[in-house]
């Protein structure tokens, strides 16, 4: 396997491999002697370091006997109720090529090796050690765009959202098959969105002009006046008075009014990819590609909070692996959103909906929910141009401190006018323990304390041809 292999592909190639592994000796499991060196390293290696390692996400890192003893009891308890690895699709529901759940052997074999006093057993049985690059999930990047300078957050006041400007100097288009995000300092960021900005027409005989952030702040400045959002310090919160539709089906525009993303749209500024909690690399199928223009700038959007309360610093990245197969096909993404929901206080199951009908002959390739603190449940239909339907994605237990990108194992075609339901549900009531307050009429907005109803997607365009018509970049001239 050599580390070209997108993540999610490695991870069933191994799971894949378990399977076999672990069905030979399945019946066997409770009899046998089960040791860590033999038995449970392999799978935490291959299912659970992707977050249990120095440097990640998760508290400890699971890579050797030393690290992982002492949360032997955990360990069972997490893996047998089935919140590690953590995964929240109902698998009734197509499959996904990251799918993280473990087997039933091998939760078997971990809960044997707790039971029988979690042994070490010959450190050589031990497999090899995943290799990782340092800091990065998608492998050593080809090219790494940092933060112009260091940003200082003050040690107290609201969550603040920041824009950072990141200059390419790419003389060349550039197609990108991975991308990631990286917070520089942990403790502060809470999420990164990275969009890529062309470089825009300057309206005076189409002569190309960068777009500054003092452009910016003037396009959100008049936007704010004929916006449905207003600024609330850093963050932007829906204005008083604004109409409620639940239903964002029944709208012309499907609920969406108008999402910070699709003024991004309007503006020609494309999603590229993004970094929270749980949420996995922008990963690209090979032959399908995120393409930066020549001369663009990639803009961060920093959702920084202040749980650490002291002056903190930071400097985040993005990290990109250039196609190495000529690219046939842009990635495009969407947010399904409604904007003009509004959850009641204490409502227990508030059911809003947002829709989209596709224009042309596309394939989908990812689903993420996207929801905040009230956030219950997500389902996303198709709804076909014949009259059938199936479920893309459910999640039947949304959880907000994991945004979970959903790749499909097989792109679904949907063919032009078929038209995509989200619908989500919101626990407003005091059940909801991650709920800050109950007695709050919730509407969209930034802040965590308000919330959010989006079903992200990324698909292809059927009749897009990027081979036929575009000169190839390899990557072979950016030092490959
Ligand atoms: C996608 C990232 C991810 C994967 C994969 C993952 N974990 Fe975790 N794990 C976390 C994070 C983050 C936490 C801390 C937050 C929480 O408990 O929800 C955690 C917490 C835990 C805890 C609780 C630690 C405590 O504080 O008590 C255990 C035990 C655990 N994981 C075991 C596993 C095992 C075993 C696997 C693999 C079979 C696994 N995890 C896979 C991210 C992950």
Redesign the pocket.
Same mark, same amino acid.
């Given at each position: 396997m050599t580390k070209k292999l997108p993540l999610p592909l490695l991870v069933v190639v191994c799971l894949v491999s378990l399977i076999f592994i672990n069905s030979s000796s399945a019946n066997s499991v409770s009899s046998k002697a089960v040791t860590f060196s033999r038995d449970v390293a392999p %799978?935490?290696f291959k299912?659970?370091a992707?977050?249990?390692r120095p440097g990640e996400?998760?508290?400890?890192s699971?890579l050797s006997y030393k690290d992982a003893r002492p949360?032997a009891r955990? %360990?069972k308890e997490?893996?047998v109720t089935k919140q590690?690895?953590?995964w929240h699709a109902d698998p009734h529901y197509q499959e996904f090529a990251n799918d993280?759940r473990?087997t039933q052997p091998q939760i078997d074999t971990i809960t044997a090796w707790v039971d029988q006093g979690a042994k070490e057993g010959d450190p050589k049985d031990l497999p090899p050690a995943p290799k990782f690059v340092e800091g990065w999930a998608i492998g050593k990047p080809d090219i790494v765009l940092q933060m112009p300078e260091e940003f200082t957050l003050e040690a107290s006041g609201p969550d603040e959202y920041q824009y950072f400007e990141i200059p390419t100097n790419f003389k060349e288009d550039v197609y990108v098959q991975m991308a990631e995000a990286r917070p520089g300092n942990r403790k502060i960021v809470h999420h990164i969105i990275a969009f890529v900005q062309p470089p825009v027409k300057d309206g005076k005989g189409g002569k190309y002009a960068n777009v500054t952030k003092a452009d910016i702040e003037k396009f959100r400045e008049e936007q704010e006046k004929k916006s449905i959002f207003r600024r609330d310090g850093f963050l932007m919160r829906m204005k008083p008075g604004m109409p409620v539709y639940d239903d964002g089906c029944a709208l012309p525009n499907g609920g969406n009014g108008e999402t910070l993303d699709v003024k991004a749209e309007q503006r020609n500024v494309d999603f590229l990819t993004g970094f929270a909690?749980?949420m996995n690399a922008g990963i690209m199928e090979p032959g399908t590609v995120k393409r930066i223009p020549a001369g663009s700038k990639i803009l961060l959007q920093l959702h920084y909070s202040k749980a650490s309360g002291k002056v903190e610093k930071d400097r985040s990245m993005i990290g990109l692996v250039v196609a190495k197969t000529p690219p046939d096909k842009n990635l495009y993404t969407r947010p399904i959103a409604n904007t003009y929901f509004q959850i009641p206080p204490g409502a227990e199951n508030h059911k809003v909906t947002s829709c989209w009908t596709t224009k042309e002959d596309i394939h989908l390739e990812t689903l993420m929910p996207h929801m905040h603190l009230r956030g219950k449940a997500m389902r996303i239909e198709a709804f076909y141009p014949d009259a059938h339907s199936e479920v893309l994605l459910d999640v039947p237990n949304y959880s907000f401190?994991w945004q979970t990108v959903y790749y499909l194992k097989k792109p679904i075609a949907l063919p032009k006018g078929t038209r995509i339901v989200v619908t989500g549900y919101f626990d407003n009531s005091a059940k909801n323990k991650y709920n800050p307050d109950p007695s709050q009429a919730v509407r969209f907005g930034e802040p965590t304390y308000d919330d959010m109803m989006i079903g992200w997607i990324n698909y292809t365009v059927d009749k897009e041809h990027l081979r036929n018509e575009t000169a190839v970049n390899s990557g072979r001239s950016l030092g490959q």
């Open positions: %799978i935490f299912n659970c992707e977050c249990h996400a998760a508290p400890m699971l949360w955990s %360990i997490k893996v590690m690895p953590p993280r473990l909690p749980g401190s």
